[in-house]
């Protein structure tokens, strides 16, 4: 891939070749994404970032977790567009909460650790008060009915994942072709520490509590941290 991008480059071609790649299929996302991977390759080198790109991280090793409105809010974006995006200051992983006190979380260390059913953990309550605040519901619920099916099913997921002891790709669930866009979001910090970032609290409980790495989608990365991402990498 990276040989096929400084041949364009060399070339002059790489302009048209992505704009036939992606705008030509109304990909925008895909454009913004490979502007910023040359955009950190001209200023960081090859091992920079990638946008959307997939690293394998280590549950135990993610303690903290970065709301998506402190990303907004210093970023100047959307939090999933600051994939890949290289950070020199230490805020916002310095804004950083415990993970295991998110209510999600903690639910599931109930549900699946102390076996608490769900309904008596609370995250029926939690999921209904942020369906109230948003409009088209939340993680495909809109009702009580919803939740139950929801949890349900993550009960399936749960025993699946144990079976198997891996967790699929982004690619492998929905035969997505751009990276792990999508996945669980992590931000990596001063020196390769990584901060979930939001988007699959399931699935990184799941991962947590099975103690398996997972897949997840790279999101902001401090300066520091890029020598780390070699070992991100490492499916």
Not at 38 to 67: D, K, Q
């Amino acid at each position: 891939m990276l040989n096929k991008v400084a041949k364009h480059v060399k070339q002059g071609t790489l302009a048209n070749t992505v704009y036939k790649k992606t705008i030509g299929k109304g990909k925008k996302r895909i454009i913004t994404g490979y502007k910023r991977d040359l955009y950190n390759i001209s200023r960081y080198g090859w091992t920079a970032p990638r946008f959307a790109e997939c690293v394998w991280v280590n549950p135990h090793n993610c303690n903290m977790f970065i709301p998506g409105d402190i990303i907004r809010e210093f970023c100047g974006i959307a939090p999933r567009a600051a994939s890949g995006m290289v950070l020199r200051s230490s805020w916002p992983f310095e804004q950083a909460l415990q993970i295991t006190e998110h209510p999600k979380i903690k639910c599931c260390i109930d549900h699946w650790v102390n076996s608490i059913p769900w309904e008596k953990t609370g995250v029926y309550e939690y999921m209904e008060k942020l369906i109230e605040q948003r409009r088209n519901g939340v993680d495909g619920c809109k009702n009580k009915e919803d939740i139950v099916r929801r949890y349900e099913e993550l009960d399936l997921i749960f025993e699946q994942i144990k079976k198997e002891g891996r967790m699929k790709t982004r690619y492998e669930l929905t035969n997505s072709n751009f990276r792990e866009m999508g996945g669980p979001y992590i931000h990596i910090g001063r020196d390769g520490k990584p901060f979930f970032g939001g988007g699959g609290f399931h699935r990184f409980a799941i991962a947590h509590i099975l103690q398996i790495p997972y897949p997840a989608q790279i999101g902001c990365v401090h300066v520091s941290a890029i020598p780390y991402l070699k070992e991100y990498r490492k499916g």
